[in-house]
């Protein structure tokens, strides 16, 4: 049976929450990001109670990343998540909603002393990257004694595409697992007290293989430090990655036996190495919002050139992932979810640039001018990485509780393309 996205339907129309995706586009235009609160409050107790009911110091941290939309961090904020946080814009972002520092891990790259001062400040957990930070980190007045954590590279590869992969040899995040006891050791030479251990090997992962074969590493790892060093972690925290299908010829992860198997052998490790019962750190971004939003475009040109387009009103500055990753997203037709595909047509974007592309040779109903477009998964990586190329405004966003309608983000204008840049007076002599 292909997935089937567990799209509600009536009267041929997609239904949003209790609401009608037609009338919706109708009344806030589009393009629009129309995003529903009860999948994300679902997506957020699914996942942390299959972790939660087979261990019971489970600690979500969401990849705030993945969608910083105020609302929907008020949202999980309101459930009990942790935050990743991978800048200080995002810390501060997270302390705006509400989110105490003791619920905020910093894990950043290649970040400057100025925002490790900003971390320290701030009083969120900080989870270094490299010995440069560590070291960085030991000259900034009132570290001394501070708990930290440290990222390794678990060496396990896994990712929906080769710029989503963050473990293994070509990696630039973490320390490497030869050089972990040493690390530990430098950290408590320079003062720190590391309570804890992270990894995080990519995204959009679906087979629970490369999960085990990283908890597996980053156990024996975490062990040997413990052992050798004297290191007893109060966390450990395994990143992030868990998928979600985006194809209909996709599965969504057995969550039972996925984190059976991931909690089983974290106890068993911890028994191994005799490390007591730290608390389990996981950092979901796709797997909490990426079902939640939905993308409603409008065709506004049907062409026959030597392919069949059908334009749309919005590019990949609303929706990278398309032309960035190659990634498939599926689409509906918001007023013709009752009709089969009959043609085989290219969905283009309204940029100038021929990867403009939300789809290639896609069986589709019969599409013609006017028909909204649902563009589905667009929680994740959509609106956080949108931008304004080619001058055009970014789209307003709405959530969407049942029969409640928020404007969460006003749609942007044409001086929103201009904020912050000036003309020097000399120019305008
Ligand atoms: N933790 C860390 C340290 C991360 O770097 C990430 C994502 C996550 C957690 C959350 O991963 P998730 O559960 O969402 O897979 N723009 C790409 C995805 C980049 C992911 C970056 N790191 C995309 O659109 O597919």
New binding site residues.
Partial sequence: MPYDFNLKTENNHLIIGDLDANQLAEEYKTPLYVIDEEKVRNNYNKLFNAFNSKYDDVHM?Y?A??NTSLAVLKILEDEGSYI?A?SPGEIYTALLVGFSPDRIMF?GNNVTTEELEYAHKSGVTINLDSISALERLSTIEGTEGKEISI?VNPMVEA???E??I?GGPKSK?GIREDEAVEVYQKAIDLGFKPIGM?S?I????LESEPFMLAVETMMNIAGKVHKEVGIDFKFLDF?????IPYEPTEDELNLETFTKDIINLFKSKLEEYNMGSPSFYV?????LV?NSEVLLTRVNTIKESYRKFAGVDCGFGTL??PT??G?YHHIVVANKMDEEAVEEIDIAGNLCESGDLFARDRPMPKLEEGDLLAILNAG???YS?SSQYNSRPRPAEILVNKKDVDVIRRREEFSDLFAGQSIPTRLLK
């Fill in positions: 941290c990849a990343k993945a990743d991978v894990t990222r990712g929906h595409h710029h989503c963050t995040f992270h995080h990519g995204s959009e992962i990143g992030g990655g868990f998928g950092e979901p971004g796709r797997f990426g990278q992932r960035m990753y990634s994740a990586y959509a990485m």
